[in-house]
């Protein structure tokens, strides 16, 4: 369904490595939409005189339809490929990379993970407070707006809804930000970033009278983001296979149906001898994989 060409309004889909700037509009835009969650539970709250929270009344609608459903689908079969490929390939790729782990030690934790990614991670959470996530948050589900001489996007809009879940906010926030963001912009923004995101969501609930700090306090909100670490960096790592693949190659390989098939579903031969090949594709990848290679280093599973 299209209900507006916002195209005319001068929003435009992103590609590549974002600014700040960028990510922050986004952040901002992420702070809209959980804040929508926050209010609509704690209104309801209110009005039953109990907890009330989203997937007690609409659990039919924010079923999980990727990690851990029993139904194999085309969006199944090119995230379990992603984690062999990555179990296979990727992470054998680097040895330049220092560690404290041996290899062995280090699949068997990103195997670890990737099975608390399946079984519960992206799921409703015990401890940390859940909002509706938009689910699958990365460049190719924002569109931008930039005026004509302004270098710097102003706002965005977050499309695709599809695989909504009902998890911890931190979910959309991470893994946006490890696919749209390098490693140099993550260490010199995360921080700044995620106080954004905190401030906007802040900023909203106090437009309806109530006190984020009551319901989601910062301290708590960095724990979460701590935690699903784990899970944001096995996503992006499963999703940049193909989302990094060098564009004008893509656009050859998306001609033949067969071998989009065959490369999605069934064996990424073809991108791993680009993969294999020094350059962007590589070097994305390679900061993801240190990028997991220091939480399962510094943490437990």
């Known amino acids: 369904m299209i209900f507006d060409d916002v195209s005319l309004k001068n929003y435009k889909s992103v590609s590549g490595s974002l600014s700040y700037e960028t990510i922050r509009v986004v952040f901002k835009q992420l702070a809209k939409m959980h804040a929508c969650s926050l209010l609509y539970e704690e209104i309801q709250t209110q009005k039953q005189g109990k907890p009330l929270r989203i997937d007690e009344k609409y659990n039919d609608y924010i079923q999980e339809t990727i990690l851990g459903s029993e139904e194999m689908n085309d969006i199944n079969k090119l995230f379990i490929l992603g984690v062999r490929t990555n179990m296979k390939y990727i992470l054998d790729s680097f040895p330049d990379i220092p560690r404290k782990l041996t290899r062995e030690e280090f699949k068997d934790k990103v195997m670890q993970a990737y099975k608390a990614l399946f079984n519960e991670n992206i799921r409703k959470n015990p401890k940390f407070r859940n909002v509706l996530c938009q689910g699958d948050c990365w460049g190719g589900n924002v569109l931008i707006r930039k005026e004509d001489d302004d270098q710097f996007a102003d706002d965005a809009y977050i499309i695709d809804y599809q695989l909504t879940r009902y998890c911890p906010p931190a979910h959309d926030l991470l893994v946006f930000m490890y696919m749209a963001a390098t490693k140099e912009t993550r260490q010199k923004y995360m921080s700044r970033l995620l106080r954004v995101y905190y401030q906007e969501l802040d900023d909203i609930l106090e437009r309806y009278d109530h006190d984020l700090k009551k319901i989601y306090a910062y301290e708590e909100f960095l724990e979460c983001v701590e935690y699903m670490k784990y899970s944001a960096l096995c996503i992006s790592l499963c999703y940049m296979q193909i989302t990094n693949y060098p564009a ?41 994989v240190e990028d997991l290679y220091k939480v399962c280093e510094n943490d437990s599973i």
């Open 248 to 288: 004008e190659k893509m656009m050859e390989l998306m001609k033949d149906e067969e071998r989009t098939t065959y490369a999605f579903s069934i064996d990424r031969k073809e991108l791993m001898e680009e993969f294999e090949k020094e350059g962007p594709y590589r070097h994305r990848i390679k900061e993801i």
